[in-house]
């Protein structure tokens, strides 16, 4: 196989090449499985197949280190995984924290200056060590003279298994202008339409846009529900953003894990933002209301 795509794993197979497992490919369905991404498990039977598949599901082929595994399900393996995974993390803090931009005068007064206008807003900005990949894609900026945040911007469409990344958008856009280029069927690219078609072909009222709250736990990852006829910078006020948001995109008819905070009777929305912090997939999490 092509060498970028030598992480994907044989699945069955004897050390003397015996006979494969009884799995067909889930991407043209006709031939018997060679292949298994380690990242999202799907079976591939060719180079052709395996490329077709990272393309319609937007997957990188690499395992997911931090995916969450059950007690029931968790071995000396998965023991070993992160133990390294550990040592990896490790080590880029150390070299972040000796690279040499971290210590310029001129990036720290950037980042205080951003921090310092977005807190005037009623934004709790917060940036991460150099070397992190967030801290590296981060884009945004702040335009003095219009006194006016260019941010940068993430989309997540989870539906599609969709994801697009804007630079420069105008605090003051609406949500819904935002949104346009992407889920209108009349204003929306053809190709993108045609990705995110089950968007396109809903009605506007089904959408929602949800960005998850920082400062939770694990186990209590919840979102707030933001309002598409508003500002970005409305929209943003009153809450913690780490370098820049990224913007959950679903719709109210598909079925999904999410629950609506208030709407269930298990925690009051007004006391969703006291709770402690972090990072987990939007199929694991509750939503809040922003009303």
């Not at 999410?258 to 009051?268: C, I, N």
């Amino acid at each position: 196989m092509a060498e970028q795509d030598r992480h994907w794993v044989v699945p069955g197979r004897a050390a003397g090449g015996g006979k494969m497992s009884l799995h067909r490919c889930e991407t043209c369905s006709k031939e018997e499985a060679k292949y298994r991404c380690p990242r999202c498990m799907k079976y591939s039977c060719s180079l052709l197949c395996v490329k077709k598949h990272k393309l319609a599901l937007s997957c990188n082929g690499i395992r997911n280190k931090t995916a969450f595994v059950s007690v029931n399900e968790f071995t000396d393996l998965n023991l070993l995984s992160d133990y390294r995974f550990l040592e990896d993390v490790g080590r880029t803090a150390d070299a972040a924290a000796r690279h040499c931009i971290m210590h310029s005068p001129a990036t720290k007064r950037l980042l205080y200056f951003l921090r310092n206008k977005a807190r005037g807003c009623n934004i709790e900005l917060k940036t991460l060590p150099v070397g992190f990949t967030k801290r590296r894609e981060n884009s945004t900026t702040f335009n003095s003279m219009e006194n006016k945040f260019y941010w940068h911007l993430k989309l997540i469409f989870p539906h599609c298994h969709a994801e697009y990344t804007l630079k420069g958008v105008p605090d003051d856009k609406t949500l819904a202008d935002i949104l346009k280029p992407y889920i209108d069927p009349v204003e929306s690219d053809p190709v993108v339409c045609q990705r995110l078609k089950i968007y396109t072909a809903s009605p506007q009222s089904d959408v929602r846009i949800l960005m998850k709250i920082e400062n939770r736990s694990r186990n209590s990852v919840r979102y707030n529900e933001l309002d598409a006829s508003r500002s970005l910078l409305d929209n943003l006020k009153g809450k913690v953003i780490i370098e820049y948001p990224t913007l959950f995109v679903v719709l109210k008819t598909l079925k999904n894990d999410m629950v609506v905070l208030g709407q269930d009777g298990s925690e009051p929305a007004e006391n969703s933002d006291s709770e402690n912090s972090s990072l987990s997939s939007v199929e694991e999490g509750e939503i809040q209301d922003s009303s």
